[in-house]
C-alpha cells in the first residue's frame, strides 16, 4: 500500500474540446482552461495524478476514488493549497 499524500494541490491546465455537431467554419472551438484540485497521488517526468477521495488505513491510501492523470504538457501551472 502507499503511504498517505500529504500535498493538496491546484493544477491549471489545458483540456481539448471538440464539436462533433454540424456548425458554421467560424464557429470555431478552443481548448479550455481548467482548474483540478486533489491529493497528489504519484508524479512522473510525464504526467501528475491526483484524486479527490481516498480510503486510509491508518497511515496507508487503500483504494483511491475520483482520480485524473493529467500529462504535463497540459500542465499550465501546479501549487500547493493545503492539506
Known amino acids: 500500500m502507499q503511504k498517505k499524500p500529504k500535498r493538496f ?3 491549471i491546465w489545458t483540456d481539448i474540446i471538440s464539436n462533433a455537431t454540424w456548425h458554421d467554419h467560424e ?3 478552443t ?10 497521488v504519484k508524479e512522473t517526468p510525464d504526467w501528475v ?7 486510509i488505513a491508518g ?10 492523470s493529467i ?10 493549497v493545503g492539506g
Open 59 to 68: 497511515d496507508e491510501v487503500r483504494q483511491i476514488g475520483d482520480s485524473i
Open 49 to 55: 495524478c491526483v484524486c479527490a477521495s481516498m480510503e
Open 31 to 40: 481548448p479550455a482552461v481548467m482548474t483540478t484540485r486533489g491529493w497528489l
Open 71 to 80: 500529462p504535463r504538457g497540459v500542465i499550465k501551472s501546479m501549487k500547493n
Open 27 to 29: 464557429d470555431i472551438c
Open 9 to 11: 494541490v491546484e493544477i
